[in-house]
């Protein structure tokens, strides 16, 4: 029975570390470059290149399913911008 659960505990750290990678890596369609792209765009006065609601429902997704796997179960602030 111990070595179920050393098992699932192994699991969950790599399905968590690869989540976390997926919001950090610079080659992830959800990484933190495109948050940096928008940033660097909204200084310029520039239009935003990518989607941000889309980006942060797709980047919050992954969060949330980090939690979980961590058990750190929290609810979600909603965070609304200005139309």
Do not use: F
């Amino acid at each position: 029975m111990a070595k179920k659960k050393v098992e699932s505990t192994a699991n969950s750290t790599s399905e968590v570390s690869e989540l976390k990678l997926q919001i950090s890596s610079p080659y992830s369609d959800i990484g933190d470059w495109k948050i940096a792209k928008i940033m660097e765009y909204r200084m310029m006065g520039y239009e935003d290149p990518y989607d941000l609601e889309e980006l942060h429902k797709a980047r919050q997704a992954v969060r949330d399913q980090i939690n979980l796997l961590e058990g750190n179960e929290t609810e979600t602030p909603v965070v609304k911008t200005e139309e």
